[in-house]
């Protein structure tokens, strides 16, 4: 007698530029592709069926020197955010502290 290994099979989607994808992981995850739509960024696939707007959002603030995240066009990203019916998720890019040694 074998026994089926069963998997789950997850189908994403990315609402801005189209693609699509699906992963075989039973761990819950998240699928992140390189958006063209967003300029390049990292930016999270939602799963098929789940209607939702995901956008990038600049820095507003002066960076003054700070490594930050930026996109194709070299300007500076504050976050990603994915708004649903039900609230938002939040990607933030913080800036890359330094330090010195004397």
Not at 73 to 91: K, L
Request: charged share 25%.
């Amino acid at each position: 007698m074998t026994i089926p290994i069963l998997t789950t099979v997850r189908h994403w989607y990315c609402p801005n530029c189209g693609l699509t994808d699906t992963t075989k992981e039973a761990r819950p995850h998240i699928r992140m592709h390189t958006c063209p739509k967003l300029r390049g960024l990292s930016a999270p696939m939602l799963p098929a069926g789940v209607a939702a707007k995901v956008t990038a959002h600049e820095r507003e603030d002066y960076v003054n020197g700070e490594d930050v995240q930026v996109d194709e066009n070299r300007r500076p990203v504050m976050s990603i955010v994915t708004t649903r019916d039900e609230g938002q998720d939040v990607v933030v890019f913080a800036p890359t502290a330094h330090a010195r040694s004397t």
